[in-house]
């Protein structure tokens, strides 16, 4: 995908209009965000699994806003073309509709940041509505909701029954005519993300929900395999095993600084440039 030019509301449109299947991925930091836009990802999500991820939380509900804030613009300062969201963390939005828009409006004042991510369905609109009118845009999340998972008792796929099913489509629909940009749809059956994508004019945005969805989210910490806990979810495809190689490279610098071999004279203080 061409990520050599601004990556906007109107290019996730363009995806969807054209069929043509997009991606997201997240990032949390400037460097990632850099190896993301340069292999091609239009959308960065500075998600708030950063907590589990980066932050060493057990969840993401500890996350605060002002962490989100930082990596947030981190990740912008490193892909400057990417469509970047900002994913409002626990209890940033879901206080009053007043509190929701002074911090959503942080992300794109402070952080340069494209977009919010917040979670919830028609629970949520009063806060979507008003984001929108201000003019900011937001990502929709529905079905399995991480920032739930204390009221749910754990991680399952929502949407099995008919009523749950019939409830996220509502849900979907109500986003959509609210002006979501975009909606992830997370744990969800492959048939039901497919009917709510055929449904709904906002480009989706799945993860564990198929193929049928107009783009796909993955965490990147599953993707290279930088899980500290070396955990990959179902879902997830791990396309590298990044830790494994940095242990290994850090275990080799350990050995060389202990044995004498590191540093030698190429990488000491005085050493001739290499021409
Ligand atoms: O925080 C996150 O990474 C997310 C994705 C799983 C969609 O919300």
């Known amino acids: 995908m061409n990520t050599s030019q601004k990556i906007t509301v109107r290019t996730l449109h363009d995806y969807k209009s054209r069929g043509e299947k997009f991606l997201m991925l997240t990032a949390y930091d400037a460097c990632t965000a850099h190896w993301a836009e340069a292999a091609g990802v239009p959308t960065i999500l500075v998600g708030d699994s950063m907590g589990n991820t980066v932050l060493g939380y057990p969840n993401t509900l500890p996350v605060t806003l002002e962490e989100s804030l930082l990596h947030t613009s981190a990740v912008r300062r490193g892909a400057p073309n990417a469509f970047v969201v900002g994913d409002m963390p626990f209890m940033s939005y879901q206080v009053s509709v007043e509190e929701a828009v002074r911090n959503a409006g942080r992300y794109l004042k402070e952080c340069g940041a494209d977009a919010v991510k917040l979670e919830g369905g028609r629970t949520m609109l009063p806060v979507i509505e008003r984001l929108v009118t201000v003019g900011i845009p937001v990502v929709g999340h529905i079905g399995l909701l991480p920032q739930s998972v204390l009221k749910d008792g754990g991680y399952r796929l929502h949407g099995k029954a008919d009523d749950e099913a019939n409830a996220l489509i509502a849900d979907a629909r109500a986003l959509d005519a609210a002006g979501v940009c975009a909606m992830v749809l997370e744990g969800i059956p492959r048939e039901l993300a497919a009917?709510?994508?055929?449904?709904?004019?906002?480009?989706?945005?799945?993860?564990?929900?198929?193929?049928?969805?107009?783009?796909?989210?993955?965490?990147?910490?599953?993707?290279?395999?930088?899980?500290?806990?070396?955990f990959t979810p179902r879902h997830a495809k791990r396309y590298a095993e990044v830790g494994e190689t940095a242990i290994a490279a850090i275990r080799q610098y350990v050995s060389e600084v202990q044995s004498g071999i590191f540093p030698d004279e190429a990488h000491s203080a005085g050493a001739k440039a290499k021409s």
């Not at 993860?207 to 993707?223: H, N």
């Open 195 to 230: 009917t709510i994508t055929c449904q709904v004019s906002a480009p989706t945005i799945g993860i564990a929900a198929g193929a049928g969805t107009d783009g796909q989210v993955q965490v990147i910490a599953d993707l290279l395999g930088l899980n500290a806990d070396g």
